[in-house]
DNA sequence: CGCACGGTTGACCTGTATCAAGCCGGGTGG
DNA sequence: CCACCCGGCTTGATACAGGTCAACCGTGCG
């Protein structure tokens, strides 16, 4: 079959759905794993990184990083069961990670953009216990988890960074489960839309725009929601002047009104 | 009374029940906040500690407790918005934490029993994002965060164990996702009952009846449910045979009916 | 002893799922 | 280059799980 091509360990995954296109591109991939690039000159260090940092620290953290890695809208950073090695930082690219059951259910845990860290799940057991599948061609840096241990026993800054990178995702999975235990349809999507809006906002993006990379249907897994409700409720934020969208454009016209959805239906329940 | 003749682990917990019994030990709980003990002779040190640590390192390791800290039923270990500087090893007792929005809707978001470690949330803002109240009055050992950084770096085992934990948690929170986002009623309280149960007998209790600690309401609100669905959910339980209900008093007749629950509603969805 | 809180149960309501049909846009193959 | 096809999306009709409201009960606490 064509995925036994890539020696790594990628493969496409997506052979189902595109074979041909796939198969042109696995060498590329492969390729590009022995690029070298150094943090300290990375424009999104101030996301993966600790600040303020001396030259001399920061020369140890950019041996974290081992390698980048080139995944193909589709392609899997890791799949669950897979060996747990490394956490990734995003560079470039739109990820979800999701878990499954035994029964086909499965569930988006997450999505992720540029300057996220991904695969903390893998530590625990030390094999990864959910999948990452990018939902746009992605780029992510490499960083073998047993050198970032022994790099943060030295930096002490480091150290720190990374126990509050775990913090973090544990505080925002807090959010996702007030959002699906207690919301309703409309607020959580409000929420959702609040969310991604502000994450790319402090990418330097618009605060009212955003390009959605992900399905219908992969929202309403996160929500907790079907496909349909979540398409249903999209078009009621459009009657109602909150939004504008246009397949997976989506341009924020009112975002108050979202941020009074979010929080206000107190009164109901 | 009665239950006070089990030596082993199992307190009352009736306690409440007894104010005057209580109110005796009130003076000893402070002076108890002085009391120093050694992990190297905690009987939950597999629950909390790394395995096969030289005598050195255990040494080492017992310094990370600075103290213990002693938490009547209903009252909080900590509370959202207060300054983080601790996690929290529970020794007796059982918690729950839980997020609140603006608007007074809250969430359950896990319950902590003996050998589990609380507070995570708080590294990353240096303030906790959570509350956490004891549901049974509870003994915790307070590990100063510096403390534990300080040591990890020194005993790679404990710096790995720290990481695991967080990663534990990551993971543990994806279930939760999972299972608000994508199952039913029954199922979730079934999933809920085989969890609990399940750490309970990792601590030396019956794989078959455990004692509730939390209310009806708390159980809902973790689940995603109201206390009406809980309940109801358990007289459904018990009229098909699969669990006794007494109270808060719970046997599993038939465990496997529970595991079938869990994992086989997919030829509905 | 009596009160209050937690829990149960019933009747009814509603939000979301389900099922189904049709649309739109983009990529493919003729 | 155009027609077609397919996946993603929208929309409607209907079903039902779980929420809501309300009454009542038990039991443990003051």
């Known amino acids: 079959m064509s995925a036994s091509s890539t020696p790594t360990a990628r493969q496409p995954a997506a052979a189902k759905a595109l074979p041909t296109s796939d198969i042109a591109h696995i060498p590329i991939q492969d390729a590009s794993s022995t690029f070298r690039v150094a943090c300290s000159n990375c424009n999104l260090r101030e996301l993966c990184l600790p600040v303020g940092l001396s030259s001399e620290q920061m020369e140890r953290v950019d041996d974290v990083v081992a390698v980048r890695r080139k995944i193909k809208r589709g392609g899997m950073l890791f799949r669950n069961g897979e060996a747990f090695t490394s956490l990734y930082a995003i560079r470039t690219g739109f990820f979800k990670t999701c878990v499954a059951t035994e029964d086909g ?128 409720t999209f078009s009621k934020f459009v009657e109602e002047g909150i939004v504008e969208v246009k397949q997976r454009h989506v341009r924020i016209q009112d975002p108050e009104a979202l941020k009074r959805i979010v929080n206000s239906q107190q009164e109901f329940r």
């Open 105 to 232: 259910r499965d569930q988006v845990t997450g999505f992720q953009m540029a300057g996220e860290i991904i695969g903390l799940d893998g530590i625990v057991n030390d094999h990864h216990s959910c999948d990452a599948v990018a939902l746009e061609d992605a780029e992510v840096c490499v960083m073998p988890f047993d050198r970032i241990e022994e790099i943060s026993r030295e930096v002490t800054a480091l150290q720190h960074h990374v126990h509050k990178i775990m913090s973090r995702e544990i505080v925002r999975e807090h959010g996702v489960m007030l959002l699906l235990g207690s919301m309703r349809a409309e607020e959580r999507l409000a929420a959702f839309l609040l969310n991604l809006v502000q994450r790319l906002h402090a990418r330097g993006f618009s605060q009212s725009e955003l390009v959605l990379r992900m399905t219908r249907e992969e929202i309403g897994s996160y929500l907790g929601l079907k496909l349909e409700t979540v398409s249903r």
